[in-house]
Structures are given as structure tokens and as C-alpha cells.
């Protein structure tokens, strides 16, 4: 009792470290959680997206008969961009999982502007009301990634910004914090991906 | 258009705002309190055996008498001065404690709620699918939907929660604007919902609503001195005449307050306007439509009587009023295309 009574002073100061240090703990983890999750967003909406694609061949198939292969290149870059979506979820701070994904996504982007350009020659196909529709549909989708895509990267700004802030900096390493957050990337063409949405229906 | 930056930078400015009015809070307080206690001092030297001073001799003794380190009288001002101060603060925290259900607002406009089951056209579904692009990137749950059947050009977000949050446009909005032009309003009220604004305006509203409660208990004041049958007329025209000077503190107050909210008001729309950039990334559909606004001389007034009392909410203002809640558009759109 009497240690207490005579020290009471750095047990104050001491109280309050661990106090203040648990609050910087919980916010790294809080920050890191919402930043994990804004990850599953974007797996979200470019499931919806493949989904979509696949109604969009399926309705263009009874138009394109002659078109065999622009519809293969379609279906393939799906599939590959399913795949590499899987393994991205599994590691969202892999590296390589994340430029697979990346380059995946710019090979369904090219696939479906050759889809595009073979669809002006079909008017019929592109003025029918459910064409209009799954246009709305797939421009919704694609904002729907770029915006998740986004809330991700400004999660991750939050993160590392919080993380490597004084004196936060001083504990996230002993926390288990080490590692930064990755943004999301694309090393190729960025041009490339912003056109391809656009150009989809002329 | 660096949005950090401008989002910092409100977000400091409105701190000031606060701070601004806390010291408002104390200062009218301390005003009625002095008010009170000179009043009763100046009484006393009305009495017999001081016809010689002046009324400002008397005025002056009456000040002379609380500062000189006179304890009783110091503790009559602090007393008078903390009932103001908690009569004014209870007002205060009554509107702090206000619910506000967003529907509910938007039903106060004869909105209709838009749902993937009832958005048959092309435009409606075009905006419920914005509304879900714009909370994406804000990583806040989808709010709910609703249109407003009004021509002007309008939109407002409402709810203090973010699960219980809406957004809302007018029909004038839906058809003036195109998709990239509305993904900037949509975006730009998603901002205040993010920064809580619906919660800070009702928070200032209660406190204005508090400065307001002193004009009654001037009322209150000025009513008990006229109906005590046993008081003195000499007292009672001192309390009729305090209840006059409260009741002129409680106007200036009430103005000061106003100004101040419609400072804050201004303040957060600028920080929507950032956020809206943060969101979309695009600002130049954000100031597309504010061009839409100015060059097409649309209007952006609303029929609806409910609409003066959400004015702040609105994306445009919607009257030239003297305390303007917006900004003007045009240096709303110069600070977008600033460094952009």
C-alpha cells in the first residue's frame, strides 16, 4: 500500500501510457480491418461484373453467329480474370497476385473492345431495349469498380498515413504492424483501361 | 484540385466557428448576469440620500461596487451569470439530442423512394446506381434513394445516422443534369452525410435555438415585474427595464448566432465540394454542373414550405437571403479548377 501511496505519481504516468497505447492499437487495427474490407468491396463488384459480361455474350451470341472467336476472346479473358481474382482474395498484400490480377483485367478490357467494334456492325443488336439496358448495367459496373477500387486505395491512405504518423510509428512495429498497405497499381497502360469502358457502346 | 487540402482547411475553419460560438455562449452570459446585478445596484442608488450623483456617477459606483473585490456581489454576478448560461445550455443540449430520421425529411417533400423494384426509367435507375457508386467510393453503406417531384434543381441529404441516411434529388436535377453532372451532386451530398454535416447543423441549430431562449426568459422577467401586486413601481421599472436590455442581448446574440451558422454552413459546402472531387475523382462534372446552373438560368427554388427550413441542406442555396447558407457558385467553382 505504501509502494502505491509513495509512487503514485509514475503509476499515474504509467496508467496513462498503457492507456494511450491501447488506443493507438485498437485504431491500427480498426484502420486495417476497414481496409481488408474495402478489398472484399472490390472482389463485390467485379463478380457482378463477370456475371454481367456473361449476359451480355449470351444476348449477343444469337446476333454474332459469324463471330466465333471475338465471343471465345471474351469468355477466356473472363475466365482468367475469375482466377486470378481467387487467388488475389487469398493474398490481398501478395504482390504478384495483384499485377496477375491487374493484367488480367486489361486483357477483358481489350477483349471486349474487339466485342465492341464487331458490334457496330450489328444495328439491330445495339438499339434493342435489353442492349440499353445492360448498357446502363455495365457502365454502373464499371464505376462501381473504379469507385470501390477507390474507397480502397483512400483505406489504405488512412492506414499507412495513421501508421507511419508520430508517435504511432513508434509502436505499430511492435503492434504487428509492419507491413504498409499496398495501393492497388496497374503498371500497364492506364489509358487503355479508362477507354475500354467508354468505347463499349460507341 | 488538391481535396485534402480544401477538406483540412474547412475542417479548421469550422473549429474556429465552434470555438467562436462557445465564446458567444460565455460572453452573453456574463453580459446578462452584469446587466442584473448593475440593475439592482443602480436601484439601490436610487433610493433616498442620492439625488446629488449624476445618473452616470450612479452608474459608475454601481460597476465600482462589483469590482472592487466586494465577494457578495461577485458571487451574485457569477450566480446570475451561470443561470444564463444554463438555461441557455439546457435549450442547447435539447437539440442535441434531436433525432432526425432522414425519411422522414424526405417524405416532408412528398419524395418517393427509389428502389431497384420501382425505377422503371432509364434516368431513375441511372441515379440509383450512381447513389451506389458514390457510397462505394465512400465506404459508407448505400443510402436510401428518394425523388422529389419538384422542376427546380435541387438535391439534399438527410438523417443524422449513416444507417439511416437518404438522398435526395428533384426531378428538375434528374432531367438537367447528365450522368457525370449528377455523379458530382450525388457525390457532393454523400460528402455531408460522410462529414456529418446533418448532425453539426442540427448541433448549431440547437445552439441558436438556446441564444433564442433568452428572449424568454426576458418575457418572463418582464411579465412576473408587471403582474407582482407587491412590488414597488420603482422595482418594477427596473425589472421591466432589464427585460428590455436581455431581451436587446438575446436579439444581437440570436444575430451574431446566425451569422455564425451561415458561416459554417458555407464552410461545409466547401468541404462537400472537396469531397465530391475525393469521390469521383472528375471534378470537372461537379463544375458542369454548377455551369448547368448558372448559364441555363435554371431555378433552383423549391415549392415546398418545408424547403427555408432545410435551406442549409440543399446543395444550391435557394433565396437571395442575407445570410447566405452557400456559397457563391462561382468561387465555388474556381476553388474545383484551382490547381486541377
Redesign the interface.
Known sequence: MDFILQNWLTILIFAIVVIWAIGIYNKLVSYKT?YQN?FE?ISV?LKRRLDLIGNLVDAAKKYMEHEKETLMAVTQARSGLLNATQAAEKNPGDVNAMATLATSQVTLDSAMGGFNLKMEDYPDLKASENM??LS?EI??TE??IA??R??YN??VQKFNEYKKSFPTVMLAGMFGFGDNAKNLEFSESIEQLNEAPKNLFG | MDFREHQDNARKNSRIIWVLYVLLLLFSSFLIGWTFVVGLNLAELYQPGYEQYSFWEKFSLSNAFIFNSNIRQLETLAGFSATAFIVQGLATLIGFFKKSNGHKVALAFNGELITEDNADE?GA??AL??V???A????IPTPSFYLIPEEGINAFAAGKKAENAIVAITHGALVHFN?AEL?GVIAHEIGHIVNQDIKLNIQISAFVFGFTALFFLARFIFYSAIHNRRMDMRAKLFMFVAAVIIAIIGMLTVWMGRILQAAMSRQREYLADASAV??T?YPEGLVQAFEVLKNGKKSTKMENPSSKEYAHAMMFGIGGELFATHPPLDERIKRIQNNS
Do not use: C, P
Request: no cysteine; glycine share 6%; hydrophobic share 25%.
Open positions: 476497414q474495402g468491396q463488384q440499353q439496358q446502363e457502365t454502373t464505376n462501381r469507385a470501390a477507390q474507397g483512400d483505406l | 432509364l435507375k441511372q446506381n450512381i451506389t457508386e458514390q462505394l467510393a465512400a465506404n450522368r455523379s475525393q469521390f475523382r
